[in-house]
């Protein structure tokens, strides 16, 4: 095989030249323009594959106006760096273009750059063996210097190799040519005719069919840069790896059906072909949706409107009903133009159906709730009625008892007290009740605070009278408060309880109120056994309520001061305590003084 190259071609080599330096910048700048999204496989192939071709091209350039033989061998060094290696960057990027990079692997990659390595060093040690080239001779037969080169074995090896991953890399653009549609046969189009580009014109080149002394096959990398420039901003051809994402788009689970701007098919995937069962690929490409649909109004409709918000539809699948959540998007061109819409079914028939369970049981759960607290109202009160009818029995027995003289105070006291226990238990069950369900309604208003203390001191005499305790109160008669007259009632009925239950025998129970700014702080202070400081706090013990026994043997309930603490938040105030072991404890509590505090 005989190969001619070209010297000092005095007429036009200085052109060729320079059109050659402006293919080197063209592949430069294709090259710089995939080193910008190195990040995608597919697009470092081809910043290679462009920079392999500067090479050649570069070194092209410098070797026809070169003058003498070392000058020419010296180039071709050069272009050797991009020829020997190539055709293998470019069968790399091919694979990755259709999805079958994963065929590099280990010993392939190994095998695979066999040639490229002894096309590269063949070339630099020809000198020593003359196998790359088997003659290089100088001729000026032409009128000006021309390389005469026989081509040796691993030339034709390196020919053979590189035509080999040609047709491969070809054959496989083409089934997947033939696999897609629209805009992706565009992109491959231009994938495989900028490919042709370097290949072709180099065979013929190397073939003789046209007789030139010039070597034209650095002009392929030209006429591929072009092709690859077009589909980069005209089809945004590094961005996408199509068959990846033709890949993607069938596995979805979601079902994803694309229309054109008249509502007709472009393209769906397997899984709505799936949920849709008269969706078959190859008969409803180009249909309109208005016949696709026609059982399914819904869906027909939100395609009708196009993008909407995204909602809930039933569709029937073999009899049973499935849910999907439905949207409708646009699809925009590189110019954001609408080209076109876009349907996504998601299934969620999961979901709802373990929603429906939950409503079911929430339903059943409130029934149910409901059941029981009318329950609990109606033996709380069925135990009230008789506890009542027991305390006036109680009376009436210790008058006739008194009018006979006779005496078993022990017995009337310790009854009186289990009597009254119980019934201090079941209004405080009743009050517990109604502030957790919110059944007991807040209605502040504007309440004198000595009417309320002095009422519950009366309530209170047999108790502490009985124990010799002295209770006293020293608020003013005209001290306000807005609060809940049925709370606030309740909180100081509960606190002076406690304060009896822990006095001693013949002590002293002091309340008195004080207005800070706006609100009052109301003080219930005895000279009780205190607080043990290893005790629990009473005020912040919400599940399992401890009770102690008073200083009489008393029983309690362990609600009192429960329910305090939530009365006391309810109407606005705060609620805390003071105690020395063995000598006493303070009880305060905050309450709104005028409305405008109070919210």
Aim: charged share 20%; aromatic share 12%.
């Amino acid at each position: 095989m005989m190969l001619l190259r070209g010297g000092n071609v005095v007429t036009y080599n200085f052109y060729i030249s320079a059109l050659l330096m402006a293919t080197t910048l063209c592949s430069l700048f294709i090259a710089y323009l995939a080193w910008k999204r190195r990040e995608i496989p597919i697009v470092r192939s081809l910043f290679f594959g462009m920079l392999a071709g500067a090479f050649y091209s570069f070194g092209y350039a410098f070797e026809i106006v070169s003058v003498n033989l070392e000058q020419i061998q010296f180039w071709l060094r050069i272009e050797y760096i991009g020829i020997s290696f190539g055709p293998l960057i470019w069968f790399t990027m091919v694979l990755q273009y259709t999805n079958r990079q994963s065929f590099f692997r280990n010993w392939n990659v190994v095998l695979l750059s066999v040639v490229p390595f002894i096309t590269f060093i063949g070339n630099y040690t020809n000198e020593w063996h003359f196998l790359f080239y088997e003659k290089m001779v100088l001729e000026e037969s032409k009128g000006f210097p021309i390389v005469s080169l026989t081509a040796g074995p691993l030339y034709e090896l390196h020919v053979v190799y590189s035509y080999s991953l040609f047709i491969i890399g070809i054959g496989l653009l083409l089934h997947m040519y033939l696999k897609s549609s629209g805009r992706m046969k565009k992109q491959i189009a231009l994938m495989m005719i900028g490919s042709c580009g370097p290949f072709g014109i180099t065979l013929i080149s190397i073939s003789g069919v046209l007789k030139t002394p010039i070597d034209y096959s650095p002009f392929g990398f030209l006429f591929s840069g072009i092709f690859y420039m077009w589909g980069i901003y005209q089809f945004d051809l590094l961005k996408l790896a199509p068959l990846a994402l033709q890949k993607v788009f069938e596995s979805m689970k979601d079902a994803v059906i694309v229309f054109d701007l008249d509502n007709s098919v472009t393209s769906l995937n397997p899984s709505a072909q799936q949920i849709i069962k008269n969706l078959y690929h190859k008969q409803v490409i180009g249909e309109p949706a208005e016949l696709l649909f026609a059982h399914h109004p819904g869906l027909l409709e939100k395609i009708s409107q196009g993008p909407s918000v995204e909602s809930k539809v039933k569709i029937f699948n073999e009899g049973n009903p499935f849910y999907y959540t439905v949207s409708v998007s646009y699809v925009y061109d590189s110019r954001h133009k609408p080209a076109g819409k876009m349907l996504v079914l998601s299934d969620v028939t999961e979901a709802v159906l373990a929603e429906n369970t939950l409503r079911s049981n929430s339903k059943q759960l409130a029934e149910l709730n409901l059941f029981k607290d009318k329950m609990f109202m109606v033996v709380a009160h069925d135990i009230h009625s008789p506890l009542a009818v027991l305390g006036n029995l109680m009376e009436l027995l210790r008058e006739e008892m008194e009018a006979y003289d006779e005496s078993h105070e022990e017995v009337l006291y310790e009854m009186e007290q289990q009597i009254q226990n119980t019934t201090i238990l079941v209004e405080n069950l009743l009050d517990w009740f109604r502030s957790q369900k919110e059944g007991m309604v807040f209605t502040p208003k504007m309440c004198r605070l000595a009417e309320v203390v002095q009422a519950n001191m009366r309530l209170l005499h047999v108790h502490s009278s009985r124990k010799s305790i002295q209770v006293k109160s020293d608020i003013p008669n005209n001290t306000l408060v807005y609060a809940d007259p049925e709370m606030l009632d309740l909180i100081i009925r509960n606190l002076l309880s406690n304060a009896i239950k822990f006095t001693d025998i013949e002590g002293s129970i002091h309340v008195s109120a004080k207005q800070i700014e706006d609100y009052v702080i109301i003080s219930i202070e005895d000279t009780g056994r205190g607080i043990d400081p290893n005790q629990p706090n009473p005020l912040f013990t919400t599940e399992d309520p401890i009770t102690f026994d008073g200083t009489a043997g008393e029983k309690g309930t362990g609600l009192g001061l429960t329910l305090c603490r939530e009365f006391v938040r309810i109407n606005g105030g705060d609620i805390w305590f003071e105690s020395t072991y063995l000598q006493g404890t303070i009880f305060y509590f905050s309450i709104p003084a005028t409305v405008e505090q109070a919210k």
